[in-house]
C-alpha cells in the first residue's frame, strides 16, 4: 500500500490480482449478478486508487478493500431499494418438488445482516475483521450474525413468508 500511496501502478496492479478475485466473489454474492459485481469491483478498486492515502497502515488491506467493497455494495444495494421500493425483483414461486431456494430465503435477511453472513461463512473472516469492515463492534458484529441467522433459517424451513 505504500508504493500505491506514491502513485506506483504496477504496485496498484499487484493488489489488484491480489485480491480483485476475492472481491469480486463477494460483490456477486451481495449483488446477485456478475456485471453489477464487477461495476461494484470497479468503484471500489477506483476509490482505494485516489484514497490510498487515507489507508492505515494498522489494518490489514484485506480489511481495507472489503470495508470499501462492502459499502459500494450496501450503497448500491440502497441505490436499488429506492428506485423499485424493495431489493430484489419478486421472487417466482418455486416449481413443485423444486428444492429450497437459498438466494430467495437470503433476500429476506436484513442486507447489513447479509453482508456479514457472506464475509463470515462464506469468507471466513473472523468478528473482529467483521468490526473493523462494516464500522460496528463485535457485539453489534454478532447480534446482527444471529438475527440473519436466525431470519434465514425461518425462511428455509417455514417457506418464504411473503
Not at 70 to 81: A, G, H, P
Not at 103 to 113: M, S
Not at 126 to 154: C, D, F, M, W
Amino acid at each position: 500500500m505504500g508504493r500505491v500511496v506514491l502513485g506506483d501502478e504496477a504496485a496498484f496492479g499487484e493488489l489488484v490480482g491480489r485480491y480483485g478475485g476475492r472481491l469480486l466473489g463477494v460483490a456477486r454474492r451481495l449483488l446477485g449478478s456478475r456485471a453489477d459485481a464487477e461495476d461494484a469491483v470497479q468503484r471500489a478498486l477506483l476509490q482505494c486508487y485516489l484514497g490510498a492515502g487515507t489507508y492505515r497502515s494498522e489494518w490489514a488491506v484485506s480489511t481495507w478493500l472489503y470495508r470499501i467493497l462492502t459499502n459500494v455494495c450496501v450503497d448500491e444495494l440502497r441505490r436499488r431499494k429506492s428506485r423499485s421500493g424493495e431489493i430484489e425483483p419478486p421472487a417466482r414461486p418455486d416449481p413443485p418438488g423444486e428444492h429450497l431456494d437459498l438466494r430467495r430465503a437470503l433476500h429476506r435477511v436484513p442486507t447489513e445482516a447479509r453482508v456479514l453472513l457472506a464475509l463470515r461463512y462464506v469468507d471466513g473472516l473472523s468478528y473482529g475483521e467483521l468490526a473493523r469492515i462494516r464500522g460496528i463492534s463485535i457485539n453489534t458484529v454478532k447480534s446482527q450474525l444471529q438475527r440473519g441467522k436466525s431470519l434465514l433459517k425461518t425462511a428455509l424451513t417455514k417457506g418464504d413468508p411473503a
